[in-house]
């Protein structure tokens, strides 16, 4: 099987008044899907429970999106179970056909991307231009994967002996249980789930309750693609009540999952222990989050293309993206410029719902919306002066808008853990060793970035800024399959590099096989 060399999607132009009035059309059919109730699928079963989830539409909480079930204990395990099961058929199913079923599946989502996007546009406040590039990042998962577990299967390179006839081939784990985030529900949750089942694994798939109805849209291309009932499970439900159990199953081989820094703590945990009948340690691949930075030292190539990356880093899906600037060091001589270019390149967003195309749109739920509110109030008590935004916007849904917050020290609240939300911390530093002290002052390690024009700073840079992903005179944000292989360090999680060459490793094991060559 030889495959054209991979090349990202293309991200739609919305300037073609052809792509709008496309994309205009996509939002509208998808609104078909709200009123449907969907089932849990846990092989070839179609299962409905008395308790029920709703997903709602941020932008207006009074729309319901979809109606979902919410799984029980009983449940959780039998999706295991039947994952285990079906397990022992799909890893004898070549990687050459398990390709296949990702290729497929990239082609009807690539003719159908903007019905993808739009729903992130209602369920998750995405405007028009994130939305469409996190279905573009799934594309490419698939599309990226595919190629990788053909590369995976083929004879690896390994040293040769006389006598000996050796060889060593990749195999599946067993049954993963795949948590995908909100915040990028189509791109991530593709891209944890195919790399989980291209490697031969199977899957017990539980999507964050916000963004329950783009990932049914997933389960419904994998029924069109005819992937076999059991290779992947869907199972709704909150994390109290069924995530823990589904963790500490003694069948769960491994967890792959992006969230927040305390749960990714916690199933680290629990998968740790032992369980009784369990023959196994346990994988958790984990992505957790960030506090990231952009330096901005004082011999930069321009301010105002600074600023307007920072901008974009900042407050691209209002900020709630691990990988957002949330801190910009600046040094003291352009300090005072800098910031009223962030007050007012901020104060000209448009804040509106996602489904107008405007900047921003709103966070993702209500407490959300709270916590990022106490936040930017112990930024002022802590002594931050507000020069944008600070405050919600006058209409329903959860808009918050886009706040840069001065004066921030290094060590102050908003500088040290991560809001998840439109906030800016900006920090002054009177020298790039300053700046480069404060960059690398955080339990985090995900992104970062430098504006400077001296070479000789970006090659320290380089060696020093401790973070997974690293950018130079650019934005922190938007890393591209195959080209920027994503993960952090430290607290950020494990750097499993998704997207990268390293990453469908994760989810298999190496065997060696040596045979004795015998002459008669």
């Known amino acids: 099987m030889k495959l054209p060399k991979f090349k990202n999607e293309p991200l739609t132009d919305f300037t073609d008044k052809k792509n709008r009035k496309a994309f205009e059309k996509a939002l509208e059919t998808v609104t078909m899907r709200f009123k449907k109730e969907y089932p ?103 599309e990226f994967y595919a190629r990788e577990i053909l590369r995976y299967s083929a004879e690896q390179p390994i040293v040769k002996i006389p006598g000996e006839d050796n060889y060593l081939e990749y195999i599946p784990l067993g049954v993963g249980l795949v948590i995908p985030p ?82 990714g703590l916690r199933i680290n945990e629990l998968a740790a222990k032992k369980q009784p009948s369990q023959i196994w340690i346990k994988r958790v691949i984990a992505e957790m989050g960030g506090k990231d930075t952009i330096i901005v030292d004082k011999e930069i190539y321009d301010i105002e293309d600074a600023a307007n990356g920072v901008i974009a880093a900042a407050f691209g899906f209002q900020g709630q993206k691990c990988s957002a600037c949330s801190r910009v060091i600046v040094h003291d001589s352009i300090y005072d410029e800098f910031c009223d270019l962030l007050a007012s390149k901020a104060n000209a967003l448009k804040v509106d719902e996602a ?73 002054k530093s009177e020298n790039f060793d300053g700046s480069l002290m404060i960059a690398n002052n955080t339990i985090y390690g995900l992104t970062g970035a430098v504006y400077t024009k001296n070479k000789k700073k970006l090659e320290r840079a380089a060696r020093e800024f401790h973070v997974g992903n690293l950018y130079f005179n650019r934005k922190c944000t938007g890393a591209l399959v195959g080209a920027q292989p994503f993960g952090g360090f ?22 060696t096989v040596v045979k004795k060559i015998i002459k008669k």
């Open 40 to 142: 849990l699928r846990i092989g070839e079963e179609k299962l409905y429970t008395d308790d029920k989830l709703k997903s709602y539409n941020p932008s207006n909480p009074d729309e319901i999106i979809g109606t979902f079930q919410k799984a029980t204990a009983e449940q959780a395990i039998r999706a295991i179970e039947i994952a285990h099961a079906k397990f022992y058929e799909w890893k004898e199913t070549p990687a050459k056909k398990r390709a296949e079923y990702l290729l497929k599946a990239a082609k009807i989502m690539r003719k159908r991307k903007h019905e993808f996007s739009a729903m992130m546009v209602y369920e998750e406040g995405k405007n028009w231009i994130e939305a469409d590039a996190d279905t573009a990042e799934a594309i490419d998962f698939m």
């Open 355 to 427: 489904k107008y195309f405007p900047n921003l749109g709103p966070v993702i739920n209500q407490k959300s919306k709270d916590k990022i509110l106490e936040y930017i109030n112990k930024a002022v008590e802590e002594g931050g002066k507000i020069i944008a935004g600070g405050i919600p916007l006058d209409k329903p849904g959860y808009f918050v808008l886009p706040t840069v917050i001065k004066d921030v020290k290094p060590m102050d609240t908003i500088s040290q853990e991560e809001i998840f939300g439109p906030v800016l911390a900006v920090i």
């Open 490 to 511: 430290n607290m950020s999680g494990t750097d499993s590099k998704a997207g990268g060459r390293d990453y469908l490793g994760l989810f298999m094991q190496a065997k």
């Open 182 to 263: 909100w915040n990028f529900p189509l791109a991530i949750l593709v891209g944890m789930t195919t790399a989980s089942f291209v490697c031969g694994n199977t899957v017990v798939l539980k999507p964050s309750s916000d963004s329950l109805a783009i990932a049914q849209m997933f389960i419904d291309l994998l029924d069109e693609v005819k992937l076999p009932a059991g290779v992947v499970n869907f199972v709704t439900g909150g994390g109290g009540s069924i995530g823990d159990v589904l963790v500490q199953h003694h069948l769960t081989r491994y967890i792959s999952f992006t969230g927040s820094m305390e749960v």
